[in-house]
């Protein structure tokens, strides 16, 4: 003769799922975690080698660029050299921008399962 589960053994069943639940979206979240971890490295990465480089660049060109200049257009170089950098420096304020954007950062499918975790419950 087998009876139905009582209220406390149903209630224990719903705990040991939602905690089942909740540890596996815990676990996804830590792996997702990671990866935007790992990518949030590689853009502060690309952001610290690109400024070296244009730091480097930004030094030997414009004192070329100056040197050579000078006799020709004098002082009016200086400007001239301040917008080429200025344009450089916008420019990859834009790309990483777009990395950031490109969504590598965000964790798109422990979200989705929040989303989906919350929508069943309400």
Not at 47 to 61: E, N
Request: net charge positive; hydrophobic share 55%.
């Amino acid at each position: 003769m087998n009876r139905p589960p009582g209220l406390i053994a149903s209630l224990g069943n719903i705990a040991r799922n939602s905690i089942g639940l909740v540890l596996t979206r815990l676990e996804l979240a830590a792996l997702e975690l990671s990866q935007a971890r790992n990518h949030l490295l590689q853009l502060v990465l690309v952001f610290a080698l690109a400024v070296v480089a244009c730091c480097f660049a930004l030094a030997c060109g414009t004192v070329t660029i100056v040197y050579v200049a000078w006799d020709s257009i004098g002082w009016k170089i200086l400007p001239i050299v301040t917008g080429v950098f200025l344009l450089i420096a916008i420019g990859l304020i834009v790309y990483a921008r777009g990395m950031i954007r490109s969504g590598k950062l965000s964790m798109p499918a422990t979200m989705a399962e929040l989303k989906s975790d919350r929508d069943m419950l309400l």
